[in-house]
């Protein structure tokens, strides 16, 4: 149905029929891409981390994990996974969390990205909640400490999900070039509704 390249830095949208397969390649490796999804009849129904990691019992999403909403319906299943254990702590990264994190100033990052897809919807500041970050690592240690590590997926690496409703799915494609989730550089991804 649909093959697109992303480039690095930029965004992505699109509505994924129920029982349609979108997979993600990181084509370069080591790329993160943060990932919202919605009801697309009804995005006020959206992705919902405390309830995916409840149903997951894990912080670590791979294939079988299902991406539930806020009203603890499955939005998405990931049924192909050649990286494993995506992040859900992280969160996107932002203009203004890069000035706090790494004293940066006019370094936008994923949350501008999703503004600017979620406005193509009529949506805004408002519905963008804690997103899943594929191909990324956030360990935890034992004491709780925890941090954003290099990115480790490589060239090639793909994750699928099935729709379980008619989705809207919105992607960044990671531009942050202040921490090692993209390894410093930040470089294209496909986009495939199959």
Same mark, same amino acid.
């Given at each position: 149905?649909?093959?697109?390249?992303?480039?690095?830095?930029?965004?992505?949208?699109g509505?994924?029929?129920?029982?349609?397969?979108?997979?993600?390649?990181?084509?370069?490796?080591?790329?993160?891409?943060?990932?919202?999804?919605?009801?697309?009849?009804?995005?006020?129904?959206?992705?919902? &981390?405390?309830?995916?990691?409840?149903? $997951?019992?894990? @912080?670590?999403?791979?294939?079988?994990? +299902?991406?539930?909403?806020?009203?603890?319906?499955?939005?998405?299943?990931?049924?192909?996974?050649?990286?494993g254990?995506?992040?859900?702590?992280?969160?996107c990264?932002s203009?203004?969390s890069?000035?706090?994190?790494?004293?940066?100033?006019?370094c936008?990052?994923?949350r501008?990205?999703f503004?600017?897809?979620?406005a193509?919807?009529?949506?805004?500041?408002?519905?963008?909640?804690?997103?899943?970050?594929?191909?990324?690592?956030?360990?935890?240690? &034992?004491?709780?400490?925890?941090?954003? $590590?290099?990115? @480790?997926?490589?060239?090639?690496?793909? +994750?699928?999900?099935?729709?379980?409703?008619?989705?809207?799915?919105?992607?960044?494609?990671?531009?942050?070039?202040?921490?090692?989730?993209?390894?410093?550089?930040?470089?294209?991804?496909?986009?495939?509704?199959?």
């Open positions: 149905m649909l093959s697109e390249i992303v480039p690095a830095g930029a965004p992505w949208c509505i994924v029929p129920r029982g349609r397969i979108l997979r993600i390649t990181d084509l370069c490796g080591r790329q993160a891409v943060d990932f919202l999804c919605y009801n697309a009849a009804e995005p006020e129904e959206r992705y919902h &981390a405390p309830n995916t990691m409840k149903a $997951a019992g894990t @912080i670590f999403l791979t294939t079988g994990h +299902v991406l539930y909403s806020d009203i603890a319906r499955p939005i998405f299943t990931i049924i192909e996974d050649q990286f254990g995506h992040d859900t702590i992280g969160g990264c203009g203004p890069n000035r706090m994190l790494y004293g940066v100033e006019d936008p990052g994923c501008e990205n503004l600017q897809a979620l193509r919807h009529g949506l805004g500041r408002q519905d963008i909640v804690p997103n899943v970050n594929f191909f990324m690592r956030v360990p935890v240690d &034992a004491n709780g400490s925890a941090a954003i $590590a290099h990115g @480790i997926s490589p060239a090639g690496c793909e +994750v699928a999900l099935r729709a379980e409703m008619d989705a809207l799915a919105v992607i960044s494609n990671c531009p942050q070039v202040n921490n090692p989730c993209n390894g410093y550089n930040p470089t294209p991804i496909r986009v495939q509704i199959t």
